[in-house]
């Protein structure tokens, strides 16, 4: 049953079309003029109005445009006893939904206010579905992934906000980070949850292309307008026309496209490669790079003008040994998608794991990924165990750090090294004191508050319990589940009063 709404000045008519839908079995109001229709509609939205042209005190154009701009999915049928062209055309510009003369068939009018019900169903339908689909990113996010990202650290959860929120607006976005920490991933998301989703992701790795190449695949070029341009081609930014163009390693353009690029981001407009006009373009730009630009920009290497038109909203994505509680679940998500690919049924023994969350990952996610794959392609048995990992990651131990203090020829990521001493160093306390974080505390000559910041950081906090937990049971693998070699961890282990029940008789936790 819809609500419709019939305004006309001749009393008959408002009772011959009230008898006519009411039989249908329609809720009807009726007014005299566009003035009191208005005031009906706002006491009372409908779904459609039925509304004569010519009418004293509002007529039926001017009731049309107030009437959708209190209601705007209020769909209106105008009636008119003149074939007047030019009022319909008027209308239909102004949003009416269809136009009969008068004298109309009953029928035909049935069947448009049947089909105005028809497209508001669908559209109330479209709706539906969008708010479920909220629903369900909602959802995703509460359990704490997004689309196919995965990680729950907290340093996650505010990328999976800032993609969320900045997939509503136009701005260009300059996604930094270490290589390998999941950039094209995120360019991608923001995409995928954006307005744009329907229309084109391009993407092009800028450090690939010499410079009049990567012009040329970016703006496109005339036919002729050097050797080898054989016919007109498109560039990759209208090829993404409405939809989005990720600039990879845009730190790599030399200073001359830096330029072109800037005038684009300025302007909108592209100028192909031999044209002499220029092409406006509506282009999402999403930019990455794991150089430092800021630092590049201080050493003249990098426009400062670009940089601020690409970092209208920068995002930096931290490395993997910065949220070191996304290792096992995202070792778990790789060794599904590489047992998958191969058709085999193959977990990873605890000891195994405990080395991939003690290890550095300078590669980041990228070095992990590859990591599973080799073990999963490798392993012969359902069980990868430690022996499957590389040398680099089993290898890794506080005695060996000492000869390591040479710097090594090829140099090295000092952070992400310093980062990795300090956490081997917690790890090794955590282990001698059976993941007691007072007496590791002592060791460390630190609070223990200071101690809980570095469990987190290096996302650890989790292995203390298990420490715990294998002390007192005595076994390798605290299994939770029979069949799952490493038990999936939970939110309660991490939290302090899990962690601390087991031993809260034996030490009393300094502050
Ligand atoms: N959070 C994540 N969840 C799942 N897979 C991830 C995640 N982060 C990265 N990956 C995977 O790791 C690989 C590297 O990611 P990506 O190519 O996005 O990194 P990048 O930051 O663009 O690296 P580079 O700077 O080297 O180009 C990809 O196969 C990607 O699917
Ligand atoms: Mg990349």
């Known amino acids: 049953m819809a609500s419709l709404l019939i305004v006309d000045d001749e009393l008959s008519m408002r009772q011959f079309l009230t008898h006519l839908f009411q039989r249908d079995g329609h809720s009807i109001r009726v007014a005299e003029n566009g ?40 769909e209106v049928i105008m009636m008119t006893a003149f074939a007047n062209e030019q009022t319909a055309h008027e209308a239909f510009l102004l949003g009416a939904f269809d136009f009969v003369h008068k004298p109309f068939d009953n029928n035909l009018l049935k069947e448009k206010v049947a089909r105005a019900l028809q497209k508001i169903s669908i559209v109330h339908e479209k709706q539906a579905l969008q708010v479920e689909n909220d629903a369900l990113i909602k959802g995703q996010r509460a359990r704490g992934n997004l689309g196919n990202i995965v990680g729950r650290s907290d340093r996650m959860q505010s990328v999976y906000q800032m993609i969320e929120t900045v997939a509503q607006v136009q701005s260009t976005v300059l996604i930094t980070g270490e290589s390998g920490t999941g950039k094209e991933l995120v360019a991608r998301a923001i995409h995928d949850l954006s307005p744009r989703a329907q229309k084109p992701f391009v993407e092009i790795n800028c450090g690939a292309f010499t410079e009049t190449l990567l012009e040329s695949e970016l703006f496109g070029y005339m036919k002729g307008s050097f050797t080898g341009a054989t016919a007109n081609r498109k560039g990759l930014f209208e090829a993404a026309e409405q939809g989005t163009i990720f600039l990879d390693e845009i730190g790599e353009m030399s200073s001359a496209m830096q330029v072109k690029l800037l005038r684009v981001l300025q302007e909108r407009k592209v100028r192909p490669v031999g044209a002499h006009g220029e092409i406006e373009v509506n282009t999402r730009v999403i930019a990455a790079t794991n150089r430092d630009l800021s630092a590049m920009v201080k050493d003249g290497n990098f426009r400062e003008d670009l940089f601020y038109r690409v970092s209208v909203i920068p995002m930096e994505l931290p490395p993997l040994r910065e949220r070191g509680s996304d290792i096992a679940e995202l070792a778990e998500h790789f060794i599904g998608k590489y047992c998958a690919q191969t058709g085999r049924s193959i977990a990873i023994s605890a000891p195994a794991m ?29 069980l990868i165990q430690p022996e499957r990992l590389p040398d680099q990651i089993t290898n890794y ?115």
């Open 35 to 74: 003035r009191k229709a208005m005031a009906m509609l706002r006491e009372q939205s409908a779904d459609v109005i039925i509304s004569d042209v010519k009418m004293p005190d509002m007529g039926g154009i001017d009731l049309l445009r107030a009437a959708r701009d209190l209601q705007p999915d209020v």
């Open 354 to 382: 405990r080395l991939l969350e003690s290890y550095s990952w300078p590669g980041n996610v990228r070095e992990l990924e590859h990591t599973i794959e080799r073990a999963v392609a490798l392993e012969r048995t359902d």
């Open 397 to 511: 131990n506080p005695t060996r750090i000492s000869s390591e203090l040479q710097l090594p020829d090829e140099g090295m990521n000092l952070t992400a090294h310093l980062d990795q001493l300090e956490k081997t160093y917690v790890l090794e306390a955590l282990k001698r004191t059976d993941g007691n974080q007072t007496n590791a505390a002592d060791l460390l000559k630190m609070s223990v508050r200071s101690l809980r910041h570095l469990l987190d950081k290096h996302g650890i906090r989790g292995l203390t319990a298990q420490m715990r937990d294998e002390r007192r049971t005595g076994d390798v693998v605290p299994r939770r589940r029979t069949g799952d070699p490493y038990p999936r961890r939970r939110a309660e282990d991490f939290d302090d009063q899990g962690e601390d029940s087991g031993q809260a008789a034996s030490a009393g936790e300094r502050s």
